[in-house]
């Protein structure tokens, strides 16, 4: 037997014990499937119609759905960004794994009584609090449950009003010029 037919043999045998262990991996007996989380709430992004987001400090933002598209209400009224409330939207599905009971925590330690940020989607509340010293998740709160998610909207929903008004022609292109 040559060289070559050796490595072969080698190769395929090494093959072969990979293989098995991934076999045994996925059909490990005795082993349950990971349940996924609960959503922060059982709303789909179609079924929102209103978000409002109180936020310390600044003015209140109010968004309605009117005719399939997103309007600002307050502080300003006028069509809104639909690019930044698709996020906003989206949160209603995110899944948090780590959640714990409200009533056993020091909910004002966490920033969660007063919250930092109250976010409205249809009238169900999602209050905002302090991230997580470890890894910079925010702890956020739907009723009784306090949530660890990752902070992905804290920063928008702080941002200044005016940058969630869709942005209309004479912002895009403020040199140009009505034709007559």
């Known amino acids: 037997m040559n060289v ?4 072969l043999w080698w190769n395929l045998g090494l093959l072969g014990l990979v293989a ?3 076999v045994a991996a996925l059909v490990e007996p005795g ?8 959503p922060l709430l059982d709303l789909a992004p179609e079924q929102i119609e209103r978000i409002v987001v109180e936020r310390a ?5 109010t968004f309605e759905r009117r005719d399939g598209r997103w309007w600002m209400v ?3 009224d006028g069509p809104a960004n639909p690019v930044l409330l698709t996020p906003i939207l989206q949160l209603a599905g995110m899944r948090c794994p780590l959640r714990y009971a409200a009533a056993g925590l020091n909910l004002q330690a966490l920033h969660l009584d007063p919250p930092r940020l109250r976010l409205w989607l249809n009238g169900r509340e999602i209050r905002f609090g302090a991230t997580a010293p470890t890894d910079g998740q925010r702890y956020l709160q739907v009723d009784a449950i306090v949530r660890v998610c990752p902070d992905l909207l804290y920063s928008l929903l702080t941002s200044a009003a005016g940058g969630f ?8 292109m403020p040199d140009a010029k009505p034709s007559e």
């Open 74 to 76: 307050e502080p300003v």
């Open 165 to 172: 008004a869709a942005p209309t022609l004479e912002t895009l």
């Open 20 to 22: 098995g262990l991934i």
């Open 31 to 38: 082993r349950k499937p990971v349940a996924l989380a609960q």
């Open 4 to 7: 070559l037919t050796r490595r």
């Open 57 to 61: 400090g600044q003015e209140t933002l």
